[in-house]
């Protein structure tokens, strides 16, 4: 059931999922893919660092199972970078879904060439540190949505937002019903004049 329901989710934009949740759990706006065409859904394994420190990521890597989301939160600092392609590539060949960084990464256009989903704050050419400190798999902040392990991640060209994971079924039939309501208004008015102004009418009427 879990593997049907995120593939459902997959297909849902961010922006119904959002409105879904009143857009209470949407990450910073910052925060974006690296290709507009990149899109992700799956399970977060969460990473606590210290600003540009990577070894706790490289742990993470290691309790993820395939298809799962890292998310770092890195305190949103960009002065040093917290995974560079050899790191994103290794992630690709575990199978992981996706990585979303509230922080920087490096080799932009080698991790482009990769095709993985990198969702992120900025970029840097500045290598990590490698003090070690960090904390896998609790809950974090990143982008100021909160995160836990197991909450679902939905990301694609307009941003990044959290599923807890106890709403899950709820909050996928609220963006179904979204995007219904979305098509059947879209339908109602495309290409015909008349429509569009009794729309606007009853707009501004409100």
């Not at 990769?114 to 400190?133: D, Q, Y």
């Amino acid at each position: 059931m879990s593997e049907e329901l995120i593939a459902r989710y997959a297909s849902v934009p961010t922006t119904a999922v959002s409105d879904a949740t009143g857009g209470l759990n949407n990450m910073d706006s910052m925060i974006k893919p690296l290709r507009e065409e990149y899109r992700i859904a799956g399970r977060a394994v969460t990473v606590k660092l210290p600003g540009g420190d990577n070894p706790a990521m490289l742990k993470a890597m290691r309790t993820a199972s395939p298809g799962d989301v890292l998310v770092v939160d890195a305190k949103g600092d960009l002065a040093k970078a917290v995974a560079g392609d050899f790191v994103v590539g290794m992630m690709q060949t575990l199978g992981l879904a996706g990585l979303v960084v509230d922080g920087a990464i490096r080799d932009v256009r080698d991790i482009k060439a990769l095709g993985f989903p990198v969702f992120v704050r900025g970029t840097t050419v500045a290598a990590s540190s490698k003090t070690g400190a960090g904390e896998v798999n609790v809950q974090i902040s990143c982008g100021g949505a909160a995160v836990r392990p197991g909450d679902l991640i939905i990301g694609d060209a307009d941003g990044v937002t959290v599923v807890p994971r106890e709403q899950e079924q709820e909050i996928l039939q609220g963006a179904l019903a979204k995007l219904e309501k979305d098509d059947a208004r879209e339908r109602e008015v495309a290409g015909d004049i008349e429509a569009v102004r009794r729309y606007l009418d009853q707009a501004a009427s409100k």
